[in-house]
């Protein structure tokens, strides 16, 4: 299991370790180890060398370069259906020479739906046939048992033991992307959080979830620091969070914009915000979509602190397309991916 220094792209890899930890304990024998793709010790290039199935979350351009005869490449990838542009799309001419050599040691990429699977094929550079509608492992928590009004309260209990200020009220989690524009990547230059607290904090406790690549993009002109911030205001930082899952069944509202994170989040047809102050820098001077991104998305679309306040006051989530949104990135979802990549790797 080739992981990533971003922890929060790890889940992938602990659903299968679940599901080969499920399969030891019917009486298997498979030994598994997860090994971090940026900084290889001996140990770990021995492990590597001796593994016949490895599993990724991320591309891994030294691929090109090896010879990996009797091993079994899986992409499991970070991101969740379709949503903003990725691979191969996005990347220079050299570096897609680069890919052109490793993608076809690529026996499985795993997807969400059918509907995704040419775009995916296109930007991991490999034969539409190796592109299964399998799922996205970290998916598997949304089963009955956690989808359940038990589970709920048990987790929003143990929730508020550890952070108070969750009591009592219905809980916003902000999870912006980073922007590559530094200025744009300065989220709270735009979300006003006294403003938020000062409209909302009586019915609304604000939590703020960073994605993992943030921090790259700041520069000392434009960045807030959200330590500072959460020491000043009465917010919840669960950018280091590990269970991204769990924070997903706790919110009352996503506000999110152009993060697949809201992908994920559909799964569970609860109102999700867009907060898209820069949408047109990010349109044509970033990554753009794989669709029309204002008539697609399954929730109101908002540009600034203001709207953001008004939509939530008004209960203005616009989740009429929901149930499209769902149907295409996901076709009939089951929490199963895990056991269906498993089945197919270890069986083919």
Known sequence: LLTNKNHSFEANLEYIAKELDNRNNAGKNYEYKFIPKDSLSFSNIRDFASS???????????????????????????????????????????????????????????????????????????????????????????????????????????????????????????????????????????????????????EYALAIRLHPNYKRFCDEEHNIDLEDLTNRYDIINFTGFKDEQKLLILADILVADYSSIMVDYTILKKPAILFDYDLEDYLYKERGFYFDYEEMVPGRIVYNIDELIEAIKEEDFRLEKMDEFLKFQFGEFKPNSSKLILDYILED
Do not use: C
């Open 52 to 202: 016949k199935y490895v599993f990724l979350v991320d591309n891994f351009f030294p691929l090109a370069f090896m010879n990996v005869e009797g091993m079994k490449w899986v992409q499991l990838w970070h991101g969740t259906g379709l949503f903003k542009k990725f691979g191969y799309d996005l990347l220079n001419d050299e570096d897609k020479k680069i890919m052109e050599m490793f993608a076809p040691k690529i026996d499985l990429v795993s997807v969400s739906s059918e509907n995704v699977a040419d775009i995916y094929a296109r930007n991991f550079y490999v034969d539409k046939s190796k592109v299964k509608p399998f799922g996205v492992p970290r998916n598997d928590f949304y089963d009955e048992e956690h989808l359940s009004d038990d589970y709920l309260s048990n987790l929003r209990e143990s929730f508020e033991k550890d952070y108070p200020q969750l009591k009592g009220k219905k809980l916003v989690l902000y999870a912006p992307t980073f922007r590559e524009d530094p200025k744009n990547n300065a989220v709270f230059a735009y979300f006003d959080v006294e403003k938020f607290l000062n409209e909302l904090g009586d």
